[in-house]
């Protein structure tokens, strides 16, 4: 620390305190470190010069004359004593030996007058910038080298405390909290908290942010963001109904059936609907079995459209009612399709087909929840027509297909329906003439013996093919190509019952009689799957055909919509195998030459077959000389499928392909090296002598430290009793102690529901809860791992459900596509400011080994706006190389940046610590 000696003299030719002189001289000794206020704060043999403890003269020749201890010169004289002023106290005018006006202090002459002020207090100073405030200790200037800051100006927007009061342009900064022209802010809340030893200051992901978790090691809810070590699934479960032609939405956190769909979605406006039969309790004849879901949480569903599996199909000879098909079910987003809250509807997967500004879908209206109900006619009088329920008197018009149905039949048991809506729920009413225009008498579920004026029509939990979710079906062609057109079942039935989407988002469909494999965009159009002389994802033209004749419409468009059509597409739009494709799983695509997934295609016959993804291009087949039934991948890429095999040891087996295995080559069928069978050991209390074990479902769950279980379905026989779900070891393929799971109410009762018996598929859910589904108690069972004494949880849904592929999106986003995603949704401006531009986006992040961070940005005038897929979107700036991006001049009130984390194929994941978001504000209106 350096202080200065300072004194004035009056000299010849020097004007006295008017022409006042300095000189500074450096606090000098061994305790200039020590602070002080007073000579008595010093040690002993130095003094107190401003505030360090000097051992320097003080003065300029002569002695000190009067004061007590030379530490002042006599008041009131001129007679050019000479001495110091110390930091001694205050200095006052009262003589005896204090420094008083018209005193003067030995000074370098070549320093400005006027250098002495007194306050009004009488208290005199140096005063360094001439202002006429004294700095501290004995004023309030905070900068004495400035002019222009002192306690008597007004504090301006420049980064510096001008007026010395409460800190930098206290009360002046603007809306963003700066000194910018147009306000520019930054990200500093809320991803700015946290105040631990986390090296990240951001808050945890939001509900539905699959995939990334918070690192915060002392608790205080802020840290950094990194990929999930264990497994990575949604938070719902798609299984299907066999028999009822629907598919289940299954909410896997509150473990509720949310939602149910028909489906195939006959569209009366859609050209290129597949001529099937409507959703209905006697003409269905979908048969679904598989679905997969993508990474915006959109399900697929692949129908069957078979016989012969419990459904009905009374019109399998009527052409081409028995043609498979995949239908797309759009994920419903409770902000963006809520019309309150999002009234423009954008960025909702599901269409507002019918122009009400709402989204009608399938929702459970009970309280508490108890499950879809789907209408059904019941009772003597469901042969009568009717139109409302006053036509049926006591009874209930219950339209069972679709609820815009011209006509309904009176039946005794109603369905469950929504709420009365509008502003005349409380006028009641026997017929919809007792309401106003537009609006519908209707019952109420609060008061269902009593009608009121609604101005929506009774909408059933199940709403069939008006189920705005449901956004397009696609038949699956069987020989019906341009080059076989010929109307008859052989051209045309095809069953689809092979499914996977890739990491590219198309979805590849296996059709089990005809063993093709076809690749669709996730709108729906066939693409060119193989990379040849046409280029590879060109849309397939599709040629419209009269189901009479075959022969060509050149309007489908207007002919479709009213005649019977089917469509053929050429030849080269699909990929050739040599097995019936029946489950289909895509891998991390880590031995890819272009880091593209391969797609494995099982058989029931024991054989494997691998597509490229990019170029479409099949291997061999490799065969395990047995049966199996599930296909799942596991962290290295091997394939493993359920043994279905009733061999002569009767023992539940599990199989495993090794692509990593030396003598694996792509272009040869024999590698028995890569086939490894692992047995389940039968407890000596009981043996398996009697059983038949048949592997069903299996599916991989992703532990931390790159290991992962195998869960697989064994049934005794077919169908019959006892279930077990057993877990192996994915590396060793062992059996996991204390997870053989009796599901058949055995060993662990359901906590509530029907039961388990007859499981088919196995999924993870949320949390790592593996779920089956249950063909004969028309139910999924969720069981926890993490504690394994706990009861099962039985959830209700549609009749024989029977699905086994990926049907919660786990192996999707643990192995395909292994990533998280982590959003931000910014507003730009505080209240009363509108947004000027964005300005640039910076993180700070690790990005280990080969994985990396891709980041995205939307821009909105809306929330609804920012997050919609459909909105532009920026980007991407990928790390390692990108670390910020720059938005530009871009204009809109919110900003969503998506953070896309993708770990390498040895696990690595990026870790994302901070994020700056700058933008630029004006008042409204300038």
Known sequence: ???????????????????????????????????????????????????????????????????????????????????????????????????????????????PADAMTTTGDGVVCWDQDLDGYCPPPWGEDCDDEDFYVNPGVLEICDGSDNNCVDGIDEGVKNACGNCQEYPLCNTDDPWSGGSGVDLGDLPPPTSGEDGTVLLDDDEDGYGSITLASGTVATDFAWPASQTQGTLSRIDTVANIEVARYATVAVR??????????????????????????????????????????????????????????????????????????????????????????????????????????????????????????????????????????????????????????????????????????SHFCVRDNDSPTQRFCSDRPETPEFLGKDDECLLWTRRIPGRDDDA??????????????????????????GDYDRSHVFKLTPDGEFVDPVADATPINQVCPRTARRVADGTVVATPATTCLSERCFFTIPQTCRVDVQLSPYGAVIDSGRSHPNGFGYLWIAARSGELQRIDTETGQVTAKYDNNEDSYGVTIDQHDRVWVADANDDADHRAAVHRFDPNHVDFDPASSVCPACWTKFLVDAPASAPWSGINWKGRGITTELLGDNTARIWAIFNNDWWGTPNYLVAFDADTGQEITGHRVRLDNSSITPVSGPGCTAPAGVGIGYGGMVWSVNRDTSSVCAYDPANPFNALISVSMGPSPYTYSDFTGNLFRSFTKPQGFYRMLVQACPA???????????????????????????????????????????????????ISFDLGLTRGDWLQVEFLFVADDEGLAPTLHHVDIARECKPIGE
């Not at 704060?41 to 003269?57: A, F, H, N, Q, V």
């Not at 008197?393 to 069972?400: E, M, N, Q």
């Not at 300005?839 to 990396?852: D, I, M, Q, Y």
């Open 268 to 437: 009366d406006d859609d050209p290129y609907r597949p001529y099937v039969a409507d959703f209905g309790p006697t003409t269905q004849c979908q048969q679904p079995s598989r679905s997969t879901i993508d990474e915006f949480g959109n399900a697929y569903i692949a129908n069957r459209a078979c016989s012969g599996y419990g459904g009905s199909c009374p019109s399998w000879s009527t052409l081409p009612n028995a043609n498979g098909s995949v239908t797309k079910v759009g994920f419903f987003h409770e902000v963006l399709c809520d019309p309150e809250q999002n009234p423009g509807l954008s960025g909702c997967q599901c269409v507002d087909r019918n122009g009400n500004g709402r989204i009608e879908r399938s929702r459970d209206y009970n309280d508490p929840p108890n499950g879809i109900s789907v209408p059904i006619c019941s009772g003597s009088n469901c042969g009568t027509t009717c139109v409302e329920d006053a036509d049926c008197g006591s009874g209930y018009c219950v339209r069972v297909r679709h609820p815009t149905q011209a006509q309904g039949n009176c039946s005794n048991a109603a369905p469950v329906i929504a709420p009365c809506t509008g502003d005349h729920c409380a006028q009641t009413c026997t017929r919809h003439s007792n309401c106003p225009t």
């Open 484 to 509: 076989h057109t010929t109307v008859s079942n052989d051209n045309l039935l095809s069953r689809p019952r092979a499914m996977a989407v890739d990491k590219e988002g198309y979805i590849w469909v």
């Open 832 to 882: 009363n400011y509108e947004v000027r531009q964005w300005g640039t986006v910076s993180w700070t992040a690790e990005v280990p080994g080969a994985s990396s961070l891709e980041v995205r940005f939307r821009v909105g005038s809306s929330v609804a706006e920012a997050i919609s897929p459909a909105t532009v979107q920026y980007g991407p700036a990928i790390q390692p190389i990108e």
């Open 1 to 111: 620390m350096r202080s200065f000696l300072l004194s004035c003299m009056m000299a010849a030719g020097v004007a006295g305190c008017g022409g006042v002189a300095y000189v500074a001289e450096e606090c000098t000794g061994p305790y200039c470190h020590v602070t002080c206020v007073n000579n008595s704060d010093c040690p002993s043999g130095s003094w107190c010069l401003l505030t360090s403890c000097t051992m320097g003269s003080g003065y300029e020749g002569g002695s000190v004359n009067g004061g007590a201890d030379g530490i002042g010169v006599d008041g009131g004289s001129d007679s050019g004593d000479t001495g110091y002023l110390p930091n001694d106290g205050p200095v006052s005018s009262d003589g005896g030996g204090d420094m008083a006006a018209g005193d003067f202090l030995v000074g370098d002459p070549t320093e």
